[in-house]
């Protein structure tokens, strides 16, 4: 994995799962073209990720046992169709359909992370796959802004056109710059999908792992899915696109978190994923003060960016390093879990925000925190084994 070969991977990675999210500052747009009721275009939104879930559990183990450098062009041509296909959208219930097939088949990013794990040398591993996963959050937090961008100068469809141009382009420079790959196993797909689980309920340390990664990820969830309804009312007021600046700083912040993973090359991984605890906790207790501050509100965002995307790294880098043989199983399994906090965190946000506001969800955020910890500190104490396919 050279430097150029890594950057490559993080970008690709990047564009893959900004896909999913090209639809969310475009809602209103899309309703009114197709005269559509704002609540059916949140739809949109819903079913991507419904169909994003579906191509995680299904197509990204296979990784563990086919050609992945054909796997990767499969997948990314049928991205690229699917695109068009939604830029020409002709009705409503077309698109929709679309954009969960989108969610099936922009799974590359997911495909390319335990490879990148694979390719990458021990003592390199937690620096490449750092900048992947870097590339991977930088994606999720710049595709809505991107979005907003593209379609001011030539409306929503411009921007699945776009894209599609942008997946073809880092195809073809995937297609060659990566060798052949020899399957790793030969394992039957219903037993390759049920080992899945087998891994989790054999390997403590991959369940350890997993509970961490899975209250991180609730923890990022609540607090962005309430700083919408913060900055959106009072005292701030501000519009849409002030919202989405903010993303920005949250960027900074994945960029950053990118170091983490030559702490994992260092042997630091476990002592500084209680150190990015701590500071999630830090951060939820400031953000309970930050209610009436903007420029509380960007510390807190940067802080508690840094924290969870670092620690993401460490978990990430540490999962994959436990088996050469089910990376991608692994990689499955822990996406699945952050998709499942991630529900959580949204959900518990709006429930949370009706019944106290933000010093309701600032409180939330530090039991989350206290929590977290506390796995840690009683997870770290017993053996990481190496898992067996």
């Given at each position: 994995?050279?430097?150029?070969?890594?950057?490559?991977?993080?970008?690709?990675?990047?564009?893959?799962?900004?896909?999913?999210?090209?639809?969310?500052?475009?809602?209103?747009?899309?309703?009114?073209?197709?005269?559509?009721?704002?609540?059916?275009?949140?739809?949109?939104?819903?079913?991507?990720?419904?169909?994003?879930?579906?191509?995680?559990?299904?197509?990204?183990?296979?990784?563990?046992?086919?050609?992945?450098?054909?796997?990767?062009?499969?997948?990314?041509?049928?991205?690229?169709?699917?695109?068009?296909?939604?830029?020409?959208?002709?009705?409503?219930?077309?698109?929709?359909?679309?954009?969960?097939?989108?969610?099936?088949?922009?799974?590359?990013?997911?495909?390319?992370?335990?490879?990148?794990?694979?390719?990458?040398?021990?003592?390199?591993?937690?620096?490449?796959?750092?900048?992947?996963?870097?590339?991977?959050?930088?994606?999720?937090?710049?595709?809505r802004t991107i979005s907003g961008l593209v379609a001011t100068l030539g409306g929503w469809r411009a921007v699945y056109a776009a894209a599609a141009v942008v997946v073809v382009v880092l195809g073809v420079l995937l297609w060659r710059t990566l060798p052949p790959l020899e399957r790793k196993a030969?394992?039957?797909?219903?037993?390759?999908?049920?080992?899945?689980?087998?891994?989790?309920?054999?390997?403590?340390?991959?369940?350890?792992?997993?509970?961490?990664?899975?209250?991180?990820?609730?923890?990022?969830?609540?607090?962005?899915?309430?700083?919408?309804?913060?900055?959106?009312?009072?005292?701030?007021?501000y519009p849409v696109s002030a919202i989405g600046l903010f993303g920005l700083v949250g960027i900074a912040g994945a960029v950053t978190a990118q170091r983490a993973g030559r702490l994992h090359d260092r042997g630091l991984s476990l002592p500084a994923t209680g150190i990015a605890w701590v500071l999630?906790?830090?951060?939820?207790?400031?953000?309970?003060?930050?209610?009436?501050?903007?420029?509380?509100?960007?510390?807190?965002?940067?802080?508690?960016?840094?924290?969870?995307?670092?620690?993401?790294?460490?978990?990430?880098?540490?999962?994959?390093?436990?088996?050469?043989?089910?990376?991608?199983?692994?990689?499955?399994?822990?996406?699945?879990?952050?998709?499942?906090?991630?529900?959580?965190?949204?959900?518990?946000?709006?429930?949370?925000?009706?019944?106290?506001?933000?010093?309701?969800?600032?409180?939330?955020?530090?039991?989350?925190?206290?929590?977290?910890?506390?796995?840690?500190?009683?997870?770290?104490?017993?053996?990481?084994?190496?898992?067996?396919?």
């Amino acid at each position: 994995m050279t430097r150029g070969l890594t950057l490559l991977f993080a970008v690709a990675s990047g564009a893959a799962v900004g896909n999913l999210y090209w639809a969310q500052p475009l809602l209103d747009a899309i309703a009114h073209d197709f005269h559509a009721a704002p609540a059916e275009a949140g739809w949109l939104v819903t079913a991507t990720q419904l169909g994003y879930a579906v191509g995680i559990l299904l197509i990204v183990p296979l990784g563990d046992v086919l050609d992945r450098r054909r796997l990767i062009a499969v997948m990314m041509l049928a991205s690229v169709v699917v695109l068009l296909a939604c830029a020409l959208a002709p009705s409503f219930v077309f698109l929709l359909v679309a954009l969960c097939l989108l969610g099936v088949t922009t799974i590359a990013g997911q495909i390319l992370t335990p490879l990148a794990g694979d390719l990458a040398e021990d003592r390199q591993r937690g620096r490449v796959l750092g900048t992947v996963v870097a590339g991977i959050l930088t994606g999720i937090l710049a595709s809505r802004t991107i979005s907003g961008l593209v379609a001011t100068l030539g409306g929503w469809r411009a921007v699945y056109a776009a894209a599609a141009v942008v997946v073809v382009v880092l195809g073809v420079l995937l297609w060659r710059t990566l060798p052949p790959l020899e399957r790793k196993a030969r394992v039957p797909y219903g037993k390759l999908i049920a080992s899945v689980g087998g891994v989790i309920v054999k390997e403590r340390a991959v369940r350890w792992t997993l509970a961490l990664s899975t209250t991180g990820f609730a923890a990022f969830t609540l607090f962005w899915t309430s700083l919408t309804f913060l900055l959106a009312g009072p005292p701030f007021h501000y519009p849409v696109s002030a919202i989405g600046l903010f993303g920005l700083v949250g960027i900074a912040g994945a960029v950053t978190a990118q170091r983490a993973g030559r702490l994992h090359d260092r042997g630091l991984s476990l002592p500084a994923t209680g150190i990015a605890w701590v500071l999630v906790l830090a951060s939820f207790v400031l953000a309970a003060f930050a209610g009436a501050s903007v420029w509380l509100v960007v510390a807190v965002v940067f802080l508690l960016d840094v924290a969870i995307q670092g620690q993401n790294v460490l978990n990430q880098t540490r999962l994959l390093s436990l088996s050469h043989e089910a990376r991608s199983r692994l990689n499955t399994a822990y996406v699945t879990s952050n998709f499942i906090g991630g529900a959580i965190g949204s959900g518990v946000a709006a429930l949370l925000w009706a019944a106290g506001g933000w010093t309701a969800v600032a409180a939330a955020g530090i039991v989350m925190s206290c929590w977290g910890l506390g796995v840690w500190a009683l997870g770290r104490r017993g053996p990481l084994v190496v898992v067996r396919p």
